[in-house]
């Protein structure tokens, strides 16, 4: 399914007003303590053709002084990111990529009036395959599929839309935005 999102709708999410508003949002997080704002912050900026604010300049600044200095030992530390294992990583990557399908199918049976047993998530694994670990974390993560199957008049019609919209669409040939300051 395609969705064409209006021409106002499109600005207020991803017009420059937009998108100075969330680079304020990061710079706030980053005031107050989270680090990992100002990698975010870094991806946003190269992503949406940002210039990259003061603060933000200021705070990648300190963070090279820090590496440099040695008062920073790791990217990890200076980003404020926690460190996991390779196999934590991949396994988050694994399910991210099949979180969409996982949930369809979820919801797909729920819809059908289906109850969840061991069964059925058992089932729901071996169709997509993928662990049964997997499918069970994605149904615990979406309580609205509890109450999808209540009894309700037959003349009701279900719908459910799972989907993701994209975060930004990526800006080719777009002039870079203004800055806040001006």
Known sequence: MTVNLSKRVQE???????LLAQLEHLEQLYLAGDKTAVWA?????????????????????AITHGLRSGALRTFDEAFGVKLVSKATRKRAHALENKRLSILNALAQHRLKGGAFTTLDFDRIAEELQVPRNHVVEVYEAHPFLIDLSKDEPATDIKCLIIGQLPIMPKRHGRPIVRDSGE
């Open 12 to 18: 207020a999410m991803w017009g420059d007003d937009a």
């Open 41 to 61: 912050a870094i991806d946003f900026c190269g992503h949406a053709q940002l210039v990259m604010p003061d603060w933000l300049r200021d705070a990648v600044s």
